[in-house]
């Protein structure tokens, strides 16, 4: 069984920064490929950023490409997304989430491909 706990969300104006973290339990770290999603309120879940279980791969969503970065610290067995020149319209609700993957550098980009998901964490970024 794989639980993910994330946290680091919270309250930022606009141009500011924020990361968040996932903590992975679960003996399998190296084995999930990780990915972060958003849901703003009345919106669909979305494709943020993705990574490989063998960190050499990513994958990011045009929206945020050149602003977000995720990476993996597998002693800590912890994903993180480091978000920068946050704008309004990063306001969401930020989940985590991971599944087993054979390939290593398979980066999983769509919510279906993914069995494991932590409770989210709030982002709000005012103007």
């Known amino acids: 069984q794989v639980q993910l706990v994330e946290s680091g969300g919270g309250l930022v104006q606009a141009g500011g920064s924020l990361r968040l973290s996932c903590a992975v339990s679960g003996r399998t770290f190296s084995m999930y490929a990780m990915g972060w999603f958003r849901q703003a309120p009345g919106k669909e879940r979305e494709f943020v950023a993705g990574?490989?279980?063998?960190?050499?791969?990513?994958s990011f969503a045009e929206s945020v490409k050149g602003r977000f970065t995720i990476s993996r610290d597998s002693a800590n067995k912890t994903v993180y997304l480091q978000m920068n020149s946050l704008k309004p319209e990063d306001t969401a609700v930020y989940f985590c989430?991971?599944?087993?993957?054979?390939?290593?550098?398979?980066?999983?980009?769509?919510?279906?491909?993914?069995?494991?998901w932590g409770q989210g964490t709030q982002v709000t970024v005012t103007s």
């Open positions: 989430a991971a599944d087993f993957v054979v390939s290593a550098p398979s980066v999983l980009t769509r919510a279906s491909q993914y069995n494991y």
């Open positions: 990574m490989s279980r063998s960190g050499t791969g990513t």
